[in-house]
């Protein structure tokens, strides 16, 4: 009998979208709740979004194993920190950490699309957009998951940030205020939902802000 | 050519056939929801090998601890493995003898991480688990996969279970469902199984569990209905067909 080759695969795709959108002294960062796997819905009450430190949070979608995994990891990791510095980590740090710990799973990767977003340590907003092997960029907002070639394009003709490339360095972050951000999330994750099968159910957003952390849910289409 | 790995290197071709490729006698769906006093959880107790039905007579449930109720489908002998392990993890967290006991949060995290930790090392443990149970008044249900995908929910299915069952529970599960009602719509879920999926048989168990413990029914078949006017006379207008 010939060799049987192996027939299941260890990655799998559960859909999701994420954005976040950084402000002067905010950050949203929101994703939908619905778990899918293939044509079926598995749950649609499943939070993609992990608090890793005070003022920063993660929103990542692909493969759920893999995304709780890394999120079980920086956790431990950021317990560490706090242990061996006595203090919070900052946004910046955990997003060199969580780019580091993509990067180390370079040859069996975790399939997980995340966005990064919180306050730094002068209370500004930033955003970090990677890939699933830990590439990564400051950005004022950015989308990932199912729904990001959906929702992507919309934030950029809303929010479109001037090139990095130019002189004198303009600022990223978004000049909207909080309640408006948070309106567009909700507009672009209702239009995602008409035509990303796998966005959908009901919305989950955090906004950071020198308060603390808020959070708020928004009904999206079941079907 | 003679290989220099020692026999039992994981390293090269020869550790290929001891990973697993295939599942060979398998359980099919277990379907589980929360209820007014903890979970209710139904399985049939066929073990496949292949398309024949060769073992009849296979508990795919098992409690787990004081507060834990454990459902598999997929490969038997990985879910006895898993006893096995749940044994050791169970007797270790009672050797302690400190009053506390692992609930079913804590035991599902376990699996998850049992579950994903086999599928890093690219041979899986071939199971879907149902994990429910119920601690300190508060009722708990999970399921994870083969791969490591887990979640918690009102209700759960394995298999064929999440195409057939979970869209009937969707439409009729509620809070608080009563003993009775919790029964009813989880043979509903476990006659549509019957007729749908061939794997099933029809000899289930249905087991319960709440603050008090786990108890499982007897072994018990479901009434099916057959009587639909296109199975009667079928050959009437062809004759000669069956």
């Given at each position: 009998?010939?060799?049987?080759?192996?027939?299941?695969?260890?990655?799998?795709?559960?859909?999701?979208?994420?954005?976040?959108?950084?402000?002067?002294?905010?950050?949203?960062?929101?994703?939908?709740?619905?778990?899918?796997?293939?044509?079926?819905?598995?749950?649609?009450?499943?939070?993609?979004?992990?608090?890793?430190?005070?003022?920063?949070?993660?929103?990542?979608?692909?493969?759920?194993?893999?995304?709780?995994?890394?999120?079980?990891?920086?956790?431990?990791?950021?317990?560490?920190?706090?242990?061996?510095?006595?203090?919070?980590?900052?946004?910046?740090?955990?997003?060199?950490?969580?780019?580091?710990?993509?990067?180390?799973?370079?040859?069996?990767?975790?399939?997980?699309?995340?966005?990064?977003?919180?306050?730094?340590?002068?209370?500004?907003?930033?955003?970090?957009?990677?890939?699933?092997?830990?590439?990564?960029?400051?950005?004022?907002?950015?989308?990932?998951?199912?729904?990001?070639?959906?929702?992507?394009?919309?934030?950029?003709?809303?929010?479109?940030?001037?090139?990095?490339?130019?002189?004198?360095?303009?600022?990223?972050?978004?000049?909207?205020?909080?309640?408006?951000?948070?309106?567009?999330?909700?507009?672009?994750?209702?239009?995602?939902?008409?035509?990303?099968?796998?966005?959908?159910?009901?919305?989950?957003?955090?906004?950071?802000?020198?308060?603390?952390?808020?959070?708020?849910?928004?009904?999206?289409?079941?079907? | 050519?003679?290989?220099?790995?020692?026999?039992?290197?994981?390293?090269?071709?020869?550790?290929?056939?001891?990973?697993?490729?295939?599942?060979?006698?398998?359980?099919?769906?277990?379907?589980?929801l929360k209820y007014k006093d903890g979970?209710l959880?139904a399985?049939?107790?066929?073990?496949?090998?292949?398309?024949?039905?060769?073992?009849?007579?296979?508990?795919?449930?098992?409690?787990?601890?004081?507060?834990?109720?454990?459902?598999?489908?997929?490969?038997?002998?990985?879910?006895?493995?898993?006893?096995?392990?749940?044994?050791?993890?169970?007797?270790?967290?009672?050797?302690?003898?400190?009053?506390?006991?692992?609930?079913?949060?804590?035991?599902?995290?376990?699996?998850?991480?049992?579950?994903?930790?086999?599928?890093?090392?690219?041979?899986?443990?071939?199971?879907?688990?149902?994990?429910?149970?119920?601690?300190?008044?508060?009722?708990?249900?999970?399921?994870?996969?083969?791969?490591?995908?887990?979640?918690?929910?009102?209700?759960?299915?394995?298999?064929?279970?999440?195409?057939?069952?979970?869209?009937?529970?969707?439409?009729e599960w509620h809070?608080n469902l009563s003993f009775e009602d919790g029964v009813r719509l989880l043979e509903k879920c476990?006659?549509?199984?019957?007729?749908?999926?061939?794997?099933?048989?029809?000899?289930?168990?249905i087991?319960k569990?709440t603050?008090?413990?786990?108890t499982?029914s007897?072994?018990y078949?479901?009434?099916?209905?057959?009587?639909?006017?296109?199975?009667?006379?079928?050959?009437?207008?062809?004759?000669?067909?069956?």
């Amino acid at each position: 009998m010939p060799k049987q080759q192996a027939n299941w695969s260890p990655y799998d795709n559960n859909g999701g979208s994420c954005v976040a959108v950084a402000g002067a002294d905010y950050c949203v960062i929101a994703a939908d709740t619905r778990m899918s796997t293939g044509y079926n819905i598995l749950t649609r009450d499943y939070s993609k979004i992990c608090k890793l430190a005070d003022k920063c949070v993660m929103a990542s979608s692909g493969f759920q194993a893999d995304v709780k995994a890394l999120q079980k990891h920086l956790a431990a990791r950021h317990l560490i920190y706090q242990h061996q510095h006595n203090k919070q980590m900052s946004c910046p740090a955990m997003a060199q950490l969580l780019s580091n710990t993509l990067y180390y799973k370079r040859f069996f990767p975790y399939y997980s699309f995340n966005v990064l977003g919180g306050l730094d340590n002068e209370g500004k907003g930033c955003v970090f957009t990677y890939d699933a092997v830990g590439s990564y960029e400051k950005v004022g907002y950015s989308s990932q998951g199912s729904g990001s070639t959906l929702i992507m394009p919309f934030l950029d003709n809303q929010l479109k940030s001037p090139s990095p490339l130019l002189l004198p360095v303009q600022d990223a972050v978004t000049p909207l205020a909080e309640a408006e951000a948070v309106d567009l999330v909700k507009t672009v994750f209702a239009s995602a939902s008409e035509r990303d099968i796998y966005t959908g159910d009901k919305l989950e957003i955090v906004v950071i802000n020198a308060d603390g952390i808020g959070r708020e849910y928004m009904d999206l289409r079941k079907d | 050519m003679a290989s220099k790995q020692p026999e039992n290197s994981l390293l090269g071709p020869e550790a290929d056939s001891q990973r697993t490729l295939y599942p060979n006698v398998t359980g099919t769906s277990v379907v589980a929801l929360k209820y007014k006093d903890g979970i209710l959880m139904a399985a049939d107790m066929g073990g496949s090998y292949g398309s024949t039905l060769r073992y009849k007579n296979v508990e795919r449930m098992k409690a787990i601890g004081k507060h834990s109720l454990l459902g598999a489908s997929g490969e038997i002998s990985d879910f006895q493995e898993i006893l096995r392990y749940l044994d050791d993890l169970i007797l270790y967290d009672n050797m302690w003898d400190d009053g506390n006991s692992l609930g079913p949060k804590e035991v599902h995290n376990y699996l998850t991480r049992l579950m994903y930790n086999r599928r890093n090392k690219f041979n899986p443990l071939w199971n879907s688990l149902v994990l429910g149970g119920i601690k300190n008044g508060e009722k708990y249900l999970g399921t994870v996969s083969m791969i490591g995908v887990n979640f918690e929910d009102d209700h759960v299915a394995t298999g064929f279970g999440n195409h057939l069952a979970r869209p009937i529970l969707r439409q009729e599960w509620h809070e608080n469902l009563s003993f009775e009602d919790g029964v009813r719509l989880l043979e509903k879920c476990m006659r549509v199984l019957l007729y749908r999926d061939r794997s099933a048989i029809n000899k289930l168990q249905i087991a319960k569990i709440t603050e008090e413990g786990m108890t499982i029914s007897q072994p018990y078949s479901l009434k099916t209905y057959w009587e639909f006017s296109a199975f009667e006379n079928p050959t009437q207008g062809a004759v000669g067909s069956w």
